[in-house]
């Protein structure tokens, strides 16, 4: 069976501030890992996926297997990455497409 | 480009009857899927469409189904409705089922029984 672990319900950090959210899955396979993102009335977006290692609105994550993590990074937080965020796997050896959501982290910077 | 669009935007029932939800993907996608997020519950998978035939179903009961339509548009159907069936229901559309293809969402339907 596939899981996503998003340990954090709520993080609060303060602007300027570094922000780690952190996401941890099981999944015997090779797993495929992103990054959702839900703004305030507003859909729920891609945001990163491990595939393309790159940097989207100053957001990095690292795919480490050995600890079987996909950690959300940014180093200096703004105001408008207040949101929620979910870590998302796609195990396809044993459930195709389908998407395994974990519960998700309400981030808020403050001023 | 649109996104994918879903309707009704709220739907009111009653326990026991029926509901039926749409979904249109974005242009040039032939996989959907139907996710439900029902408070306490987080993201769950319901189904998934590619190429008109039913790939895969989550860990929801028969009365749960859905069919996709030669226009890749998709319908899910709820019969004999249940309170705990009062959840957004989310569509997400991608372009093949393979591969890392990222899955687009729509804005879900509220769905509320009564």
């Known amino acids: 069976a596939q899981r996503v672990t998003q340990p954090e319900k709520l993080l609060s950090v303060f602007k300027g501030a570094p922000v780690e959210l952190k996401c941890n899955y099981s999944?015997?396979?090779?797993?495929?890992l992103f990054w959702y993102v839900q703004y305030s009335r507003q859909r729920l977006q891609l945001l990163l996926r491990?595939?393309s290692r790159e940097s989207i609105k100053g957001f990095t994550a690292d795919l480490n297997k050995g600890e079987t993590s996909f950690h959300l990074k940014k180093p200096f937080a703004q105001e408008e990455d207040s949101a929620m965020y979910y870590c998302?796997?796609?195990?396809?050896?044993?459930?195709?497409?389908?998407?395994?959501f974990g519960e998700g982290t309400q981030l808020t910077v403050n001023p | 480009e649109a996104g994918v669009t879903q309707s009704p935007t709220h739907l009111i029932k009653t326990r026991g009857q029926q509901a039926t939800l749409r979904c249109s993907p974005i242009s040039g996608h032939t996989s959907v899927y139907w996710y439900q997020q029902a408070l306490g519950l987080g993201l769950q998978f319901l189904l998934w469409y590619d190429e008109g035939e039913e790939r895969n179903r989550g860990n929801f009961p028969p009365r749960f189904s859905g069919r996709q339509f030669p226009n890749y548009s998709s319908e899910l159907n709820v019969n004999a409705l249940e309170l705990e069936d009062s959840a957004l229901y989310l569509c997400a559309s991608s372009y093949t089922s393979g591969g890392n293809q990222p899955q687009h969402f729509g804005d879900g339907t509220r769905l509320s029984i009564l």
């Open positions: 999944y015997s396979g090779s797993p495929e």
């Open positions: 998302a796997l796609k195990g396809w050896e044993t459930s195709g497409s389908r998407l395994t």
């Open positions: 491990h595939i």
